[in-house]
């Protein structure tokens, strides 16, 4: 997603950091010295600033054992700047190859990785449906780890002059000189069909690649991809609001915008002030525009994230809507009662404990500001190269500034973002920067009717990120599905005969003859004939 929710995209536990203070704390999802978590329910999708990360759901326990199938590899000699040849830098990027569904003829699925890290899993059975269907068109798989994400390191650090090389066009460039060296390696031959699957910005990257190099790319699946660049995604919350409603009935989106507007409410006097820290454990003074700007942002997360996952296989997660929704239930509840339903959401077990959280846009700066790359828990933070990519090419920032949201409009607005920009890269990073990198990114990739063939959209209408996708076919050879009742790259999953709903089944239904049609001369042949 996210692109995809933010995201994607898509994790958001650095708001709720250790606290500097004197009373019990713990970074929420961790642990305690004896080892307790008292992580808050929502311990974070990090969803904020356009971030849209998709991760597959993990493939059942019974498919798990052929992961062995899938190697962990390296391109030794990735390009550092593909469009400077006097700059000879190369670098290691990585990859994941499965071949033990392949036959002689067969062609070649890529799986783009996007803004964040790679995973063996992705290509195992049960994951994907482009695995799904590699089984059927004996296909080999590989999945390529985008630069600065993951493993993928092309240089020391995430310096702002570093960071120049992190781009959609690198990525791209990065794809087509991955497919040569299989060529040249021997892994793939000439002339064999290749097509790419990807979901949320990598859906970007998927319809983007065979625009670029139709040559290399002959078919391309692309998911739940915002491939329209907007500042201020003003949308992306009027979806949120809908889908609340849809899914779980409107009074949850009413409890979440009467709870809101109380602190709202309560923040305007200093007793009232007091009364909203007491309530969210905020350890911090919340003493600037920018550290209340963050503050609601936060609040908004578990919804904004429910909402873009929503997973019908996973119905007592955080990837669930009617789950989130359950915590503000409640007929004709007071103000008061919707807030400290909120908090209970947000603190989960650590609510009524001496834990406090710091919620300023301070400890969110010092986070976002580190330049080495951070291992967390085994996976490599993505947080400060993502908003990076959306400071300098497609902006993506959710704000509250669209109608009928259940969060106030006067904080969480566009220029929160811009400063943050500034705040992270240098001063150089305005609101010019970002408004001339969105308009570049229509001008340079299509916008919504770019130029391409063998391509296939596909968009759920419940999530966030649909309405800057393209809904409607771009031509015979462009088509588009819109899922109905469909989340963020809920076509990407596995057939799941338990939860899939006809829309879903329908869509891979279509991108199934997608592929046929698209990788075959003679659409009616046989998948093992290419």
Known sequence: MILAVQAALLALALALAPAPSQQASVPAGGQDANGATDAPLFPGLRLRHGRLRYVPPPPPAN?????HQVETLYFEEQVLDHFNPIDKRVWKQRYFARDDLYEEGGPAFIYIGG??????QSLA????????????????????????????????????ANLQYLSADQALADLAYFIEYLIQKGDLKEGQKVAVFGGSYPGNLAAWARLKYPHLIHAAVSSSAPVH????????????SRSLARVAGQWCDDNVKKATDRIVQLLKTTDGYEQVKKT?????ELKSKSDLDNFFQTLSNPFAGAVQYNRDSAPNSADNIKYICS???GDNISPDEAMEKLSTLILGRSKGTTQLYDFSYKSLVDSYKQEAYQLVDGEYDAMRQWTYQTCTE???????????????ALYNAVDFSYQLCKDLFGDAYDESVVTAAVDRSNLEFGDRKPDVTNVIFANGNIDPWHALGILSDVSSLAPAVLVDGGSHCADMNAPNAMYDTVDITSAHDKIHAFIRSALYEDPNGDPADF
Do not use: C, W
């Open 394 to 408: 497609f902006g993506y920032f959710q704000t509250f500034s669209g109608k009928n949201v259940p969060f106030p």
């Open 327 to 329: 915590f503000m239930q």
């Open 125 to 160: 059975d049960g994951a994907l449906y482009m695995t799904y269907l590699a089984r059927i068109y004996k296909a080999k798989l590989f999945d390529l780890e985008h630069r600065y994400y993951g493993y993928s390191h092309p240089t020391p650090d995430l310096s702002s």
């Open 115 to 120: 803004e964040g890290q790679e995973a063996a």
């Open 229 to 240: 660049a907007e500042a201020d995604y003003v949308e992306y919350m009027e979806v949120v």
């Open 280 to 284: 969210f454990q905020v350890a911090s």
């Open 63 to 67: 498919v798990l054992s052929n992961v």
